[in-house]
């Protein structure tokens, strides 16, 4: 998207609690990108996001989340960098948030 790297990955094979260092570790290593998490997990979808540096000031990870939040009726938050939305699952939802954080980056 522009210059901007969009990646999504489902997480739902690893631990919860590795989901954030994963991201972190990930955004220490790259430029000019968003990456989405995913893991489905008892009827839930939790969309773990992250920003790297370079782009926080023009798409931070909490306004991403917060735009989920509103157009999915979900729970979350975080900050500039790091940010995530829970949401009860359905078909076609993770296809669905990835759309709408693509449409935000343009």
């Given amino acids: 998207i522009g210059n901007t ?12 609690s590795t989901l954030r ?8 290593k790259t430029k000019s990108s968003v990456i989405l998490l995913f893991q489905t997990k008892n009827g839930s979808l939790l969309c773990l996001i992250g920003v790297t540096d370079d782009l926080h ?20 938050g975080g900050n500039k960098l790091l940010a995530q939305a829970s949401v009860d699952y359905h078909v ?4 669905k948030m990835i759309s ?3 449409k935000l980056l343009n």
Avoid at 57 to 76: M, P, R, V, W, Y
């Fill in 5 to 16: 790297q969009l990646i999504s990955l489902d997480a739902s094979k690893f631990d919860t």
């Fill in 21 to 28: 260092p994963a991201t972190q570790n990930f955004l220490n």
């Fill in 57 to 76: 000031e023009k798409n931070s990870a909490d306004i991403i989340c917060k735009s989920l939040i509103k157009t999915f009726n979900a729970k979350g």
């Fill in 92 to 95: 076609d939802l993770k296809e």
């Fill in 100 to 102: 709408t954080v693509r």
